[in-house]
Each structure stands twice: as C-alpha cells, then as structure tokens.
C-alpha cells in the first residue's frame, strides 16, 4: 500500500511517539486507508510517580 500524505505525517508522528515521551515504548502500528492500529506500551505512570497510585485497590492478601 502505498501511503497517502496524512499518511506519511502519521507514520512520522507515530514514529516520535518515544521522543516526546519518555514513558511510551512503541512496539508496533500501521496505517490502515481510514484508521490506525498500534500497540504502545507505557512503562510506569505519572500517578505511580507522584504517589496517587496508593489510590487503587490495594492487594488483600
């Protein structure tokens, strides 16, 4: 397939996901004619960072 112009901006986009930020690890997308699919996986959290994680379940054993 070839890609249109929105595209091409999209793939570049995706592909400076991990520069602008640091917590996302992209591991795979494409650019579908009306849609994207991608897998990005985010390595930790802004609230387990700033303590608001204490605010989730807590483990009952």
């Known amino acids: 397939m070839q890609l249109s112009a929105i595209g091409e901006i ?17 591991h795979r997308f494409v650019v579908m004619p009306n849609h994207v699919h991608a897998i ?7 609230a387990e960072k700033t ?5 989730a379940p807590k483990n009952t054993k």
């Open 10 to 26: 999209t793939t570049e986009a995706f592909n400076k996901i991990a520069d602008h930020y640091t917590q996302a690890e992209l």
């Open 40 to 46: 990005i996986k985010i390595n930790g959290t802004r």
């Open 51 to 55: 303590g608001l994680a204490a605010c």
